[in-house]
């Protein structure tokens, strides 16, 4: 641990500033729920079918589910699912099965993600994404519906790459003013 200027800052053995070092207000419960409900708008706005694009709706639920394990979690995905299911008039059951799998593994992994830069969560919130689309497509082609071609493995990839941005925006309320006051210890 080195200080400096009253303030105290953790250090790892390289001299780098370890990750827990910004605290964070708590999430406030009615913002949790106004970010999911905006995702599910975006996801419901008709801009066609196309399959690369990015899923709003499973990238706010992920995001809440790693932040808030308590608040956001498997029965949040079901009942997300089914709304995007009944909106896009897909089978009932597909993107509730999906949601709920991202749910569940979300909160199976959040302890583990937050250690890592946004970066590096990036590159570990994909394979989820991948598991979630390649589950709605196994569920698709298992009841005979079409193939969507090869432009459905975009969408999950433009999530993980989206996943730095969405965190800061979600995050941006959370963070604390900087506090000119050296004697406070938080």
């Keep these: ?11 790892d ?5 370890l990750r827990g070092e910004v605290l964070l207000l708590a999430a406030r419960p009615w913002f949790i729920w106004a970010t999911l409900a905006a995702a599910l ?8 079918r196309h399959p690369w694009l990015p899923d709003p709706t499973a990238m706010a639920l992920v995001f809440w589910a790693v932040h808030q394990p308590r608040r956001v979690g498997i ?3 079901f009942a997300l699912g089914l709304a995007v299911d009944v909106q896009h008039a897909a089978l009932l059951g597909q993107h509730a099965l999906a949601y709920s799998a991202l749910g569940f593994l979300a909160v199976a992994l959040h302890r583990r993600l937050l250690w890592f830069s946004l970066k590096q969560q990036a590159l570990q919130i994909a394979p989820l994404f991948i598991a979630a689309q390649l589950l709605q497509f196994v569920v698709r082609m298992a009841t005979g ?10 969408a999950p990839l433009l999530q993980a790459a ?3 941005v969405l965190s ?7 963070r604390r003013a900087p506090d000119s006051d050296e004697n406070r210890p938080l």
């Design 1 to 11: 641990m080195k200080t400096g200027a009253g303030r105290h800052t953790y250090f």
């Design 13 to 17: 053995a390289g001299d780098t500033p």
């Design 41 to 48: 708008m975006l996801d419901f706005m008709p801009v066609g």
């Design 75 to 77: 029965g949040t995905g």
């Design 145 to 154: 519906g079409s193939f969507p071609g090869f432009d459905v493995l975009v």
């Design 162 to 164: 989206l996943w730095p």
């Design 168 to 174: 800061w925006l979600l995050l941006a309320p959370q």
